[in-house]
C-alpha cells in the first residue's frame, strides 16, 4: 500500500522544489521511491491476471524518474511533484495501449488508452474504429466504463475534421479524437486505504477492452 510518508514527501517538495532541499531529505525520497516500487510490484502481478502482457514486465521498466527535463520549458522547478508509472507492453518507453498510474497528493489517479500517439498509429485508430464503429462504441458505453470514467478524455480533440474523412462521416465526433485516453480519479484517502491494491486493478480491468482495442489497431 501506499505509505502517508510518501504523500507526505511529495507534498513537502511541492512547496520545496530545489536541489539543495531535496539533496538533504534524499533519505525520505528513496523511502518514498522504494514504497512506490513495491506498489507497482504488487499492481503489476493484480493486472496481469487479466493482461497477460504484462506478465514480464518488471517495475524499474515503467517507472519514470522524478528529475524533470527542464531545457525545453518555461517551468524551471527540476523536481516532479509525483510519482509516476506506465504499464503496457515494452514498458515505458513503448508506444503501446496500457496504464498510467501517478501518485501525488489531491492529483492521484490512474489513465488508459493511448496519448497522442504518433500519425501512424492515430491513422490506424481512426481507420479501425472507421472499419468497427459498432463494436468500439459499446466499449465506450459498457456499464462499468462509463461507472469508472463517464467518457473519453476530450483533451486533445480536433475542432476541424481529420484528414481524410468527410464532415457527414456518422462517426466523425469520434475520430477527432487525437488521444484515445480515459481517466480515474482518486482521493488521498482511497490511495491510503488498505485496499488501493483491488481499486487499481478493477479501474484497470475497466480500461483493458479500450486497451485491446486501440492495441489490435495499432498491430
Request: charged letters at 30%; one cysteine or more.
Amino acid at each position: 500500500m501506499i505509505e502517508k510518508s510518501t504523500l507526505e514527501f511529495l507534498r513537502n517538495l511541492s512547496k520545496n522544489n530545489n536541489k539543495d532541499w531535496f539533496v538533504k531529505n534524499r533519505d525520505n525520497y528513496d523511502h518514498a521511491k522504494y514504497n512506490f516500487k513495491e506498489f507497482i510490484d504488487s499492481v503489476l502481478i493484480s493486472t496481469s491476471t487479466f493482461d497477460p502482457s504484462i506478465k514480464d514486465l518488471e517495475s524499474k521498466n515503467c517507472i519514470f524518474r522524478i528529475n524533470r527535463d527542464v531545457r525545453f520549458s518555461k517551468n524551471k522547478d527540476p523536481y516532479k511533484n509525483n510519482l509516476g508509472a506506465i504499464l503496457s507492453p515494452g514498458g515505458k518507453k513503448s508506444f503501446s495501449a496500457g496504464y498510467y498510474i501517478q501518485i501525488q497528493p489531491g492529483e492521484s489517479f490512474i489513465a488508459g488508452g493511448m496519448w497522442q500517439p504518433p500519425s501512424p498509429q492515430i491513422n490506424a485508430i481512426r481507420q479501425e474504429i472507421d472499419y468497427h464503429p459498432e463494436e468500439f462504441k459499446k466499449i465506450i458505453s459498457a456499464k462499468d466504463f462509463i461507472k469508472q470514467f463517464g467518457k473519453l478524455s476530450e483533451e486533445d480533440k480536433l475542432k476541424t475534421v481529420p484528414k481524410g474523412y468527410d464532415k457527414t462521416h456518422p462517426e466523425i465526433e469520434l475520430l477527432k479524437y487525437r488521444s484515445y485516453i480515459i481517466i480515474h480519479s482518486f482521493k488521498d484517502t482511497e490511495v491510503l486505504s488498505k485496499d488501493f491494491i483491488k481499486k487499481c486493478s478493477e479501474v484497470m480491468k475497466s480500461m483493458y477492452p479500450l486497451n485491446l482495442f486501440l492495441r489490435r489497431a495499432c498491430d
